[in-house]
């Protein structure tokens, strides 16, 4: 069973970036679709990137909210998927998940699920921008 993990958030300006970091254990990384979601304070956690695996071509998809600033990419030998964030803003403060599943149709905007029924989570990292 395949189990994910999230590091890397941590308190930042606007403006600035920080990588976060998602690492699977008891399956390699390529094999299933690697999403994001975010759930800000008072609001539903929502998908806001995702990368198909290794046989689904590494398409990757993004929300338009983070389009143009995050970019999410993923080390093999490390089993570890990333999200690259540049220009945080303020309102990109949030609890930020790694999730797993089976393919990426419909995690982009999905609140609080995800689709493929695989639905292996981390604990949630936390990302703070001040103004």
């Known amino acids: 069973q395949v189990q994910v993990e999230e590091s890397g958030g941590g308190l930042v300006q606007e403006g600035e970036s920080l990588t976060l970091s998602c690492t699977t254990r008891?399956?390699?990384?390529?094999?299933?679709?690697m999403g994001w979601f975010r759930q800000a304070p008072g609001k539903e956690r929502e998908g806001i990137s995702c990368?198909?695996?290794?046989?689904?071509?590494?398409?990757?998809y993004y929300a338009d909210s983070v389009k143009g600033r995050f970019t999410v990419s993923r080390d093999n030998a490390k089993n570890t998927h990333y999200l690259q964030m540049n220009n945080l803003q303020p309102n990109d403060t949030a609890m930020y998940y790694c999730v797993a599943d089976l393919f990426c149709a419909g995690m982009v905007g999905a609140k609080n699920t995800v689709a493929g029924g695989l639905d292996a989570w981390g604990q949630g990292t936390q990302v703070t921008v001040s103004s």
């Open positions: 008891g399956s390699a990384v390529t094999d299933w679709a």
């Open positions: 990368l198909t695996s290794s046989s689904g071509d590494n398409i990757t």
